[in-house]
């Protein structure tokens, strides 16, 4: 198909200018392999621009309380009923252990909706987190979690929020948006926060000044019309609170059982971070997130528009109780090589993305 749009909206994407929604959603009409590299390049002449050939990690912990969980998302292999085979709880002092032995700069805690961790007890993990770290960085409860904590509280998600943040949470992660299409909302994912419910959360977050990130799921059964419109969506309502800081596609992970046998191509990946980077002119950070890409071509993500690569995630689960083949954890030394190997400067960041001085 000839698309007199491609071109423009490529050379403006390259220099960070805005996309109108028509260019937008015409870099992903007919994606050849002659225009699959030229997309490359545009989102990697992008991401120089702002951040040279810098590639930021950070060292964090992934701390997953429980994985029981009711809502039936189709796509989850991290959930179980309470008394599947898979479901684990854990308590307090085998998390402050986790903590104490590997000593993180970030946390990213979240977990199954249950009665087991209800609100109380993970605000009062967030405020013993705090007490006993006063310098981690504690990202925490995605918007479903903030939804499900308020409904089964009884509490105003602005109250929820408020007492998280005066507890010691930093920042929110960007998971639970899925993908904003209400049809496969009602497909996939009907019991818990809806695209707008999650948006409104994120906004709400943003105005009491908690940063947060933002995730897309894809390759389960979306189209790309489908992804642009989530990244418009996002879009605007960046413009309207500001307080994203970072974007996250997450390439689906068939595990065992799962309805569909194949996740995203790496190419597909790839454009998929591409085509986020141009269009995403106002989040300032793109992780190409290694557990659910593989270590290669989340590598690789480095030059389609990614700055950051995560962490070196000492467990993390919800990738690979779907499947993922990717190593549980990752040093340093094996972070800094696979960004080197890809042709990108290593930076060890804080929970803010900033440097972390003295470790470079
Ligand atoms: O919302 C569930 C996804 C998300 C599968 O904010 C799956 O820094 C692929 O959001 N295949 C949680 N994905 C993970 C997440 C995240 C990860 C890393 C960093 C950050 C951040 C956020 O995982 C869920 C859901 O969309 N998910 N099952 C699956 N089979
Ligand atoms: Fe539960 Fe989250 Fe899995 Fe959905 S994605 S089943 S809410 S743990």
């Known amino acids: 198909m000839d698309n007199d749009i491609f071109e423009p909206a490529l050379q403006k994407g390259a220099l960070g ?13 007919a994606i050849t392999p002659d225009r699959l590299h030229r997309l490359g390049a545009a989102a990697l002449a992008n ?23 009711g809502s039936g998302c189709t796509f989850c292999n ?3 009923s309470k008394h599947a085979a898979h479901a684990y709880v854990l308590e307090e002092p085998a998390i402050f252990d986790q903590v104490e032995r590997l000593g993180p700069t970030e946390v990213h805690i979240v977990g199954g909706l249950n009665q087991i961790w209800p609100f109380a007890r993970n605000l009062e993990l967030v405020r013993s987190l705090r007490n006993r770290y006063p310098e981690l960085y504690i990202k925490s409860f995605t918007a479903v979690e903030i939804d499900y904590f308020a409904k089964t509280a009884g509490l105003p998600e602005s109250t929820v929020l408020d007492q998280l943040k005066a507890a010691g949470m930093d920042a929110m992660p960007g998971g639970g948006a899925e993908i904003f299409s209400d049809r496969l909302y009602r497909q996939h994912w009907k019991n818990k926060t809806s695209p707008d419910g999650w948006v409104r959360i994120h906004q709400l977050a943003h105005s009491k000044g908690i940063p947060t990130n933002a995730s ?21 309502a960046q413009d309207r609170s500001g307080g994203f800081s970072c974007f996250i596609p997450l390439p689906f992970q068939p595990g065992a059982g ?48 990614a700055d950051d690569m995560d962490g070196t995630i000492s467990e993390e ?30 930076v060890e960041r804080d929970g803010v993305f900033s440097p972390r001085g003295g470790l470079q």
């Open 216 to 236: 897309m799921l894809f390759g389960f059964g979306d189209t790309w019309d489908e992804r642009i419109e989530h990244l418009l969506i996002l879009r605007q």
């Open 317 to 346: 689960k919800i990738a690979h109780l779907a499947g993922a083949a990717t190593p549980v954890g990752m040093a340093r030394a094996k972070m800094e090589e696979s960004i080197i190997t890809a042709g990108f400067a290593p």
């Open 78 to 80: 991290y959930a179980a």
């Open 17 to 29: 200018e805005r996309l109108s929604r028509e260019e937008a959603y015409g870099l992903a009409e």
């Open 258 to 305: 799962n309805f569909i046998d194949n996740g995203p191509t790496p190419l597909e990946t790839l454009s998929v971070l591409a085509i986020s980077r141009l269009v995403l002119d106002n989040i300032p950070h793109l992780k190409s997130y290694w557990p659910m890409t593989g270590l290669e071509t989340g590598a690789a993500g480095l030059s389609w528009g």
């Open 47 to 69: 991401r120089q621009r702002r951040f040279g050939r810098q590639a930021t990690y950070v060292f964090n912990l992934q701390i997953n309380p429980t994985n029981i969980c």
